[in-house]
């Protein structure tokens, strides 16, 4: 979906930036999370990130677009 987002003259930059914040974003949660147990509980930190889950996908449901079907042309018409 990502590669569908962004308009053609700045796609490989904004690919580039959301594939390091991807990245950047699962070594974040990979390196925080044997402290973040150990500082709150393993049922407190899952409960956190069902919570961010929750949130993302309600994002989704009412900020994210819907791309099936359309053409590059219409979803960049339909963000714009």
């Known amino acids: 979906m990502i ?6 003259r700045i796609r490989g930059r904004g690919l580039s ?3 390091l914040a991807n990245f950047a974003t ?6 925080a999370f044997s402290p973040l147990q150990e500082l709150v509980g ?3 930190l899952f409960a956190a990130f069902g919570v961010i889950a929750l949130l993302s ?3 989704i449901f ?3 677009p819907e791309t099936k079907g359309l053409t590059l042309e219409e ?4 963000i714009l």
């Open 62 to 64: 009412l900020v994210v």
């Open 42 to 44: 393993a049922g407190i």
């Open 17 to 19: 930036i959301a594939v």
């Open 75 to 78: 979803i960049e018409a339909k």
């Open 3 to 8: 590669s569908e987002i962004f308009p053609l």
């Open 57 to 59: 996908l309600v994002f």
């Open 26 to 31: 699962n070594a974040l949660v990979t390196f």
